[in-house]
């Protein structure tokens, strides 16, 4: 009988070792392209001992590669002839606080709910000053006679800060509004060197540069940020919190708050207190519209009533103390769309912090 050739040399065998081969190299394959953490790694590991090895710092390239991805931020359009106003700012320069949700309510003026005394409670807080300002006539330092149709009462008196940044042109002003062709006071606040910066979704252009020290912008201060994910919300894009305005502007401190936005003033007023913002401003010098409960306040007129009235409370938890309230008698007599206690529908309101607390 003959002898048998070994196995190891039978094509079957050498056709085993093929495909095992073949298969190890596919495994190699497959790890290396679908490994991209262990590639990096050890691309960082190798960059880490050559400079070491050879003494030497990384190549100036790779250097001023490196400081680009740090410090590139955000580039406006190129060749946009508007001004350039307020360069935008990196976001989360400024430290948040946490952010509270809903305002502390504050007990029911009467064992029940009852309007007449809510609203008697509430028109006596308006009517009331909690501290004395002598001097708020904007005229006397700008030299010029022209009135506003509104008095937007500011204090100018020595104690407060105000008129001592003024003189030496360092203060800033906010005004809100809605398509108000009314901008006395802001020009008299120009006129007085204050950076003004007037924000009304009804301009024309993104940013408007009158004279040396007002700024028009094309913007509509709300109390909460348009969502881009939503198609709703698209047609809002130039709707932003204030908050979000100072940290894209760079801006610290405001110096006066004035705001004229029929009826949103309330939820603003209510998303600065939340946010901590009101900490950042001067004076606040808002009308307040209380013929009807305004943007998104429901409840019934008692629950309203209670609401206006916890959220000024609040104001005055942040050390913000009342000094001047208009009563406009132009405006229709209505309280919650009746004819009652005597009230008008429209108040400007004036707030500065008390110099007295910490």
């Known amino acids: 009988m003959p002898k048998g050739r070994p196995l190891w040399r039978g094509p079957a065998f050498r056709l085993c070792l093929l495909s095992a081969a073949l298969f190890l190299c596919l495994q190699l394959a497959l790890r290396r392209s679908w490994c991209p953490e262990e590639r990096a790694a050890a691309a960082a590991a190798a960059g880490r001992a050559a400079p070491s090895a050879r003494g030497t ?45 809903h305002i502390d309510l504050q007990p029911w003026a009467s064992p029940t709910p009852s309007l007449n005394y809510e609203a008697l409670r509430f028109l006596k807080y308006i009517s009331t000053s909690q501290i004395l300002c002598e001097h708020m006539n904007l005229n006397s330092l700008t030299g010029h006679s022209e009135t506003t149709k509104k008095p937007w009462s500011i204090c100018l008196d020595e104690r407060f800060s105000l008129i001592h940044r003024m003189r030496n042109k360092q203060c800033r002003l906010y005004s809100l509004g809605l398509g108000n062709d009314d901008n006395q006071f802001e020009v008299n606040m120009a006129n007085s060197g204050c ?24 913007l509509s201060i709300d109390w909460r940020d348009p969502n881009p994910a939503i198609a709703a919300h698209k047609f809002h894009s130039n709707t932003k919190k ?11 401190k405001i110096d006066v708050l004035k705001a004229d936005v029929e009826s949103a003033e309330w939820k603003i007023l209510e998303n600065l207190i939340l946010e901590d913002v009101v900490e950042q401003i001067g004076q606040l010098v808002f009308e307040v519209h209380i013929h009807w409960p305004g943007f998104e306040v429901s409840g019934s007129d008692s629950t309203v009533v209670r609401y206006w009235y916890s959220l000024l409370r609040e104001l005055e938890l942040k050390d913000f103390r009342l000094f001047h309230t208009y009563k406009d008698l132009s405006k229709p007599q209505m309280f919650l769309k009746k004819e009652a206690f005597n009230a008008s529908s429209c108040y400007t309101m004036s707030w500065l912090p008390d110099p007295l607390l910490p």
Request: charged share 25%; with cysteine.
């Open 57 to 101: 710092e990384p190549p100036p390239a790779a250097a001023a590669a490196g400081r680009r991805r740090v410090t590139y931020v955000r580039s406006g359009r190129r060749g946009s002839a508007e001004p350039g106003c307020c360069p935008l700012q990196p976001p989360g320069g400024r430290r948040r606080k946490t952010i509270r949700w």
């Open 195 to 218: 950076e003004v910066h007037r924000f009304d979704p009804s301009i024309k252009s993104a940013h408007i540069q009158e004279g040396r020290h007002l700024w028009y912008h094309r």
């Open 242 to 252: 204030l908050g979000t305005i100072l940290n894209e502007f760079g801006h610290q």
